[in-house]
């Protein structure tokens, strides 16, 4: 048979990469069943409670959260990944000219509308 025949090929190069992957894979579930095995169970009250640092737990622990606190954690997200574009963009701006320079004014024009519209609403407000 030939070997470039279709449906023959066999991409050798991956072999290493499949080989270090079943071996990983392999170890992991290996490690794990061996500590389930051999590792000691004494189960007891104080033992199986909840951990809150070291302080007993308050309060049911279905409470709900604020908005505020989901809210935050979006503008963070959204910020951060304004300086992801940001730090690429600024170590090659002498390579790129001045559409890039547009660009990157628009983005930050519309991660300002969206600072100026969570202002507004008060989402950096914390009670």
């Known amino acids: 048979m030939n070997p470039s025949s279709p449906g023959s090929y066999m991409p050798i190069e991956y072999l290493p990469v499949l080989i270090f992957m079943m071996i990983a894979v392999s170890f992991g579930v290996v490690t794990l069943l061996v500590?389930?095995?051999?590792?000691?169970?004494?189960?007891?009250?104080?033992?199986?409670?909840?951990?809150?640092?070291?302080?007993?737990?308050?309060?049911?622990?279905?409470?709900?959260?604020?908005?505020?606190?989901?809210i935050t954690a979006m503008l963070f997200v959204i910020f951060d990944v304004e300086a992801v574009f940001l730090y690429p963009w600024a170590v090659v701006y002498d390579r790129i000219g001045l559409y890039a320079l547009i660009e990157m004014l628009l983005f930050i024009a519309v991660l300002l509308v969206g600072y100026v519209y969570?202002?507004?609403?008060?989402a950096f407000v914390w009670d």
Not at 50 to 66: A, C, D, H, L, T
């Open 35 to 70: 500590g389930k095995i051999f590792r000691v169970r004494r189960p007891y009250k104080d033992k199986l409670m909840p951990y809150e640092s070291g302080i007993p737990p308050v309060g049911e622990p279905r409470e709900r959260f604020s908005i505020k606190f989901y």
């Open 118 to 122: 969570a202002w507004k609403k008060e």
